[in-house]
């Protein structure tokens, strides 16, 4: 248990993906069957304690502390999984137990072996869990005998395993570990592709002890037991100006890009005949439970690649409204009623048992079409192709898709999918197939008020920039701040905007240097954004989508900004989706 | 009858004071007479008129401050009583840093100890904290609250050389303070059995010197060479803790930003200054030490003069021990008065 925690803590500090996947491969290969199994079960979401809760841990630390000391160390700590594992009075800590200065100090107890050194003359060592016997005890104790079994743990481990116990039970890892991610540490120690461990990932169970035989090359490859696998989903490239010169238009098929969630739905039927339906996100995350209406319509056999979206009367909402059915966590009927799961397919991957993704992309669209006529079900239907002869008819089409069929659903489009048309279906990114050709951004020039520490390969840079725009009449302008952004510089802009503002600073807040700012002074700043949202937890009352660096405007005088009208007045062209949550990339 | 323990020690803005023998203790402005518990910048400050310290400490502020940092100065011998005015003082290890002590203060049957900070976790640079049975206890309380509990500093080092083993190519940056904290991650290290040469940044160099001088074996400790960073994968770098995140370490190669320090028990305070590798290696008692020395100096009455004193005071109250916060102001929490100097000098160099 010591040992997994140990990895939880230092994951939390890791902000590097490659160094994040180091630590996990280092973990998995040097902790045994079944710890690391049930480790990696902690980390894809696979664990599901029933009696175990939040309130347990309360009642326990609070039987055992002054609460005015705990009042006071929980304001100062702030989250009460840290706080609880700190002030744990675990026997260890009896003031006359602590021996210091003293060349006979009893070694740490033994994980999981029960025979630790006494550590005093009528005290039994305490035994610290293995993480397996936690979790075994945590899936079969009985609610009245939980507690006592969760407070001997919290004696017996240290602080780090206390923390690394209650985020556990409280099923709140929060390490910045994806399932996919834990996945991917898996597939590399057995050089394998991340995406052959998910094909099988259905078919298994904690603790994988099949899967980690097979990456060692210990045993065969796990069967997918999965009649509904998810595969792996083929993602587009943004098309570049200089792209047009060299890609020739009829080769060329073009469809809307729907401003949802890029989902795919599997549906095949289990050994006792009955169907399997799921609906994965792009990352192969299983959502089904989340669309139970949609789950319902999946009456075919095979695997089809679309975007999720909320239809109302047959027109598609904004990305706003899905929003808001996807930050539920209950599905009820009611939210199934007003917000209406729909399903807008642009690609098929399997029928059946065919394979089909090595066929051209024409091909499968015409036994995709094939395939929706059959299903004849209003909740899936297929995203109309966009014709077009020439970049430039395109070009058009992109400016204005109500004119070219969209009609109202115009709002719910940002832009084009381009595909070749002879392009198989193929997993992860490739070059040359798919190309994205988003609606241009809004800019906006803006001025630099604050710059914040980055994290990671950037934490000795300021690399995160708040900015403003003017509002108020003439004499009373005044800087309000709008958004904030990170990225769309070059690693040579960000060390001249890092120097800007340690040359520039006026105040200091912890991480964060306010600038010097003024009609006279400051940097301007050219922010591209792709939306704006009325919002009341901003100052300016909008929140920006999207917003990054497009251009460093070192030219341009602050007092020439933009003022805060030039947002009103896309906010009045309805511009109102912004979903901060939603992965760029689909 | 024994003195009010008031007569023997009170409050001033310059910090605290003697009556009976005309001296402050760590004061915070230059006054005529101090008596200094250790080389600390917050405590340690140069232009009195004359300093009574530690021979270690009264070095350690030469280092510091240059050879005339006091009109004249006097070496208290550890466990020598010495008489001051009408009270007699005696000096006794205080297991801080190198030099650290207490200060015990005695007049008329009453003992008053000023503990300046302290700490009892092992420490291979300096002397091991004494019991000094008191009638006044004068405590510190940086880690006044009951989640502070250190944890054994060896397996901090050991995450350190983990980490090392694990990311062979990459530097790892260890923020440390440069009196006490610095030396005494090398000594563990060395304990460890690390052997490489452990690079130090200019800041600690001095400091670092005068520890080997005095017989700390710190093995070989090479200055960091601007125009050589990058060549430094592998290598741990012990810096100020100003200079973690700072422009000087952005030439070694994808460093690791370690921290060591007690704040790193509360993983918030790591993430927000940006630290990876989060050493809980403190310099200060944890809770437990803070409670279970109040009860072995026997105190009937404790004084906290900075930290989390609420809650130290809280305990003390609880524990039918009489207390009060004196909340002290211009004292660091584990150096970070120190590092905000050094920030400010940083950033007045920069402009």
Redesign the interface.
Known sequence: MNRFA?LLD?L????RRN?KL??LM?YFSHTPDPDRGYALAAMTGALMFKEAKPGLIRGLVEER??P???R??YH????LA??VA??W?APG?D??A?I???AD?PS?PQEGTGQAPAIGHNNPPPHVPTLTEVIEALATTSKSDLPARVAGWMDAL??TGRWALIKLITRELRVGVSARLAKTAVAQMGQIEPDEVELVWHGLEAPYEELFAWVEGRGPKPESGNPAPFRPSMLSHPLEDEDFGKLDASEFLAEWKWDGIRLQAASGHGSDGRPVRRIYSRTGEDVSRAFPDLVEALAFEGAIDGELLIVREGRVQSFNVLQQRLNRKAVTPKLIAEFPAHLRVYDILFEGEEDLRALPFAERRRRLEALVTRLDDPRIDLSPMVPFSSWEDLAAARADPAAVGAGPDADAIEGCMVKRANSPYLPGRPKGYWYKWKRDPYLVDAVMMYGQ?G???R???YSDYTFGVWRGGPGEEELVPVGKAYHGFTDEELVKLDRYV??H?VKRF??VREVEYGRDRGLVLEVAFEGLQRSTRHKSGVAMRFPRINRIRWDKPAAEADRIETLEKILERGEQEVHPLKDQEA | MALRSTDILTQTPQGLYCPLGDFHIDPVRPVKRALITHGHSDHARAGHQSVMATRQTLLIMGVRYGEDFAGSTQEAALGESIRVGDVTVRFTPAGHVLGSAQIAIEAGGTRVVVSGDYKRAEDPTCLPYEVVPCDVFITEATFGLPVFRHPDTRAEVRKLLNSVALFPERAHIVGAYALGKAQRVMALLREEGYDQPIYLHGAMERLTEFYKAEGIPLGDTPKVVASERSKLAGAIVVCPPSSIQDLWSRRFPDPVTCFASGWMRVRARARQKGVELPLVISDHSDWDDLCRTIRETGAGEVWVTHGQEDALVHWCTTHGIRARPLHMLGYGDEGEAEEAQAATEQAGGAA
């Open positions: 140990a230092r939390m500090f890791e902000p160094a180091r630590l280092d502390t002054d005015e000391l705990f006071m160390s100062y700590v702030g989250d840290e706080t700190l002030i009075p800590h003031a006359a602590r210091a200065n003293s100090r740490p240290d602080e520490r994290h990671g390969k934490s000795s840079f340690r040359n600073t912890g991480p």
